[in-house]
């Protein structure tokens, strides 16, 4: 994944080339949670609260970078 992200950044191939490697690195994303949610359900306490338990991991992933960028630019705007 770190590799199709630095051959995109490195590399002037064009519209072509970064759509594949967009795409190799979507690929390896998804592995990479597939395995990620498969070993957070292994390792909870109670089968019967998994739905909640993993809304609540997902809040706890999603809320800082919904917060991020307001709090970012009230930030920039604040102190430049």
């Known amino acids: ?3 199709s992200c630095s ?3 490195v ?3 064009g519209l072509a080339a970064t759509l594949v ?3 190799v690195f979507g690929l390896g994303f ?3 949670l597939a ?3 498969a070993m957070v359900l292994d390792v909870l306490p109670d089968a ?3 739905a909640k338990d993993m809304a609540v991991w997902s809040i706890a992933l999603t809320l800082p970078q919904m917060l991020a960028t307001p709090v970012g630019g009230f930030l920039l705007d604040a102190f430049q």
Do not use: I, K, R
């Open 30 to 32: 998804g592995c990479y």
């Open 7 to 9: 051959l995109v950044v």
């Open 21 to 23: 490697l967009l795409a």
């Open 11 to 13: 590399t002037d191939g």
């Open 48 to 50: 019967s609260d998994a």
């Open 1 to 3: 994944m770190a590799a």
């Open 35 to 37: 395995v990620d949610f």
